[in-house]
C-alpha cells in the first residue's frame, strides 16, 4: 500500500510543477523567429552606388 504524503508535500510539488511550466512557457514564447518587418535594410539601400560617389568629388 503506497504511503500517503502530506497535504503540503502535494502543494510544494505542484507549485514546483506551476513554475517549471510558466519558464518553459515563457522560454519557448521567446525562442520565436525575428519580426522581419522590422529589422534594418541591407548595406545595399543604405549606401549611395559607387557611381554617386566618384562623381561628387567634382
Same mark, same amino acid.
Given at each position: 500500500? %503506497?504511503? /500517503? #504524503? /502530506?497535504?503540503?508535500? /502535494?502543494?510544494? /510539488?505542484?507549485?514546483? +510543477?506551476? *513554475? +517549471? !511550466?510558466? #519558464?518553459? *512557457? *515563457? *522560454? ?5 523567429? #525575428?519580426? @522581419?518587418? $522590422?529589422? %534594418?535594410? %541591407?548595406? $545595399?539601400?543604405?549606401? %549611395?552606388?559607387? =557611381? =554617386?560617389? !566618384? @562623381? @561628387?568629388?567634382?
Amino acid at each position: 500500500m %503506497p504511503v /500517503r #504524503t /502530506r497535504a503540503a508535500e /502535494r502543494y510544494a /510539488r505542484a507549485v514546483a +510543477a506551476a *513554475l +517549471a !511550466a510558466v #519558464t518553459c *512557457l *515563457l *522560454l519557448a514564447a521567446n525562442a520565436g523567429p #525575428t519580426d @522581419s518587418a $522590422h529589422a %534594418p535594410a %541591407p548595406a $545595399h539601400e543604405i549606401a %549611395p552606388p559607387a =557611381e =554617386e560617389l !566618384a @562623381s @561628387s568629388d567634382g
